[in-house]
């Protein structure tokens, strides 16, 4: 049998059991993200297509899933959802120009290395691609983090009618306080737990500091955890504002 | 009210002193980074002029259409004992920029020197100095973090780096022993990072020792699955030859790599679970077990989609340079997905068995440290 048929059936199982009818749909919808993914890679090996836009598209898709199927269309998930969209698309902005100044785009060196029977010249910008992968690597906590923020603050709202967009904007800062450290902790170690081989080698090969900081592969790995972390960061304030901004809009909420 | 207003004052002007003490950290560092080049034992030349730009257009066997440039660079060493002299450089970059970046003045490059017959300094670009370029980010992230999360940014960011710490020390360890294997060397990590992370966050409260207890137990009953399951399918399905970077054998790594990749997913599951229900407790002191146990799977079925969903993504995002690279080169699409994908889909089951494993185990442990203190008052 093949061992990730047997883990995916484990995983299954176990979410079925301990999260019921919500543990299933929360599986189906690992697949479904996953098959974005891979259409939007797909569609990425044209070289017409824009990578930033088909990015921003496959965000919208996945956190789109993440919301509104293993949650549902309401209030909540679409301000969360709206949150997501626009502190991904400044993210993406802001990261576009942080590969291209810092050159991490593209392969290493340690990587060209092993994969020399391929052709490079291939047609298709990997600047944005680098882009694209730094967002899509933290969309899953970004979406996270927005519905974290914007739900509770659906229910301030109920039990005080009469809280300010003021109050209500700081009431969601510190909701988000409490998830900032906890959600970066999550990417910090998925993100050293999946580059632990490539820092055996630094240390196997003797790397100084200096060509440790200015590799490719490892500024890459670091502008991943920095941008992530940047990220959840962001999500709050846009999550807060535009939660504040809806609640006090409408004099009377629908859900 | 004087007494509050000088209060707050003082508070004001600590927070002034702390923003201004930073923002000079940040400036001195700065102009640090930007003339370090004495610092570093290989030559570093700062491009000062592109003296010519050639382009050819190139297809490769598989149809893939590419412009190729050579830049013919001048640039000046900054260090070393030619400091201040000459040098000329080629740089062949393409506009997909997959391999070799497009360089212009004032970019900064580590190169190799030689004396060319002419007396002219000629080199070859060896790789760019990224430094200044991580450093305005890395001040970016403290920014942001400290302003959106004040002392909990700060926190966090203490936690990141006492944890790098400790998983740098336990690799040197590693390299160093011989003879200990890492999965127990990242073992002896991963539980002194998790005591340490939850109690920093929590402080020594019944909740924090819960949310421990959860964390090991799930973390480590992650990874006995995952052998177990890797153990009798004998890793059918999984392309190890394809793990990157290797300078040792891949499977010891990669079970490492599993143990320390899920712990932050597993703590936070960990933290949710015990704060929310010695919340619940504290405010009802009298509540049932029954009760707190619905409202501990209420609770982790909201939490696992979205926990999965994360360390799905930053597992799977970082292939899709290589999986654009296969599918160019007109690899079958199932080629492909098995030679990048195994090993990292692999990760991220692993970690999603953590995640859900996690939510019982952190709701009887809770019970039963709340069941104690009920006994106990």
Known sequence: MNALVVLAGVLFLLMAIIGGKKGIRSF????????????????????????????????????????????????????????TLLTTALMLLFIFIVTEQSMIHGFGEEEVEEQTIYSYYLGID?????????????IGAITDE?????????????????ISRR???????????????????????????????????????EYTFGEIINNKIFSAEMMTILCGGIGVALIIPVTAWITAYVLTRTPKQAD | MNKLKQILLQVKMKQWFLASILFLLCLVSLVFVNHNATFYHKPIAEVSEIVNEEQANVTDSKENHDVVYTQLIHATLKNGEEKGSQIELTNEYSDSRAYHPKLSVGDEVFVSVEESSSGQLVGSIADIKRDQALLVVAWLFIFVLLAVGRKQGLFAMISLVVNAVIIAYALDLYIDTAN?????????AVIVMSILSLLFVSGFKAQTYAAIIATLLGTFMLLFITMYVLDITNEQGLRFEEMSFLSRPPQAIFMAGILVGAL?????IGVSMSSSLFSLYEKNNAISIKDLRESGIEIGKDIMGTMTNILFFAYVSGTIPSLLLYLMND????????????????????????????????????????????VKS
Not at chain 1, 131 to 138: C, D, E, N, Y
Not at chain 2, 180 to 188: A, E, Q, W
């Open chain 1, 28 to 83: 189906i919808a690992l697949f479904v993200n996953f098959f974005v993914l891979l259409v939007a890679v797909l569609i990425m090996t044209d070289p017409n297509a824009d990578p930033i836009l088909l990015t921003l598209v496959a965000c919208a898709l996945i956190s789109c899933v993440t919301l509104f199927f293993i949650n549902e269309v309401n209030s909540k998930t679409k301000t969360a959802f709206i949150s």
């Open chain 1, 126 to 138: 990997f600047v944005k691609i680098a882009a694209s992968v730094i967002i899509m690597s933290t």
């Open chain 1, 146 to 162: 927005a519905i974290a923020v914007s739900s509770p603050m659906f229910e301030i709202r109920k039990h005080h009618p009469t």
């Open chain 1, 167 to 205: 109050e209500l904007f700081m009431a969601g800062m510190r909701i988000g306080k409490d998830l900032l450290g906890t959600n970066a902790n999550t990417l910090f170690f998925a993100f050293f737990g999946g580059y632990l081989a490539l820092l055996i080698r630094y240390i196997d090969l």
């Open chain 2, 180 to 188: 200990v294997s890492l999965l127990v060397i990242m073992s002896g």
């Open chain 2, 264 to 268: 932050g997913a597993v703590m936070d």
């Open chain 2, 331 to 374: 690899a079958s699409l199932g080629f492909t997905l098995s030679m990048n994908l195994s090993l990292e889909l692999t990760r991220a089951l692993a970690g999603g068995i953590g995640i859900v494993l996690t939510i019982p185990i952190g709701l009887y442990v809770t019970i039963l440290f709340i069941l104690w203190k009920q």
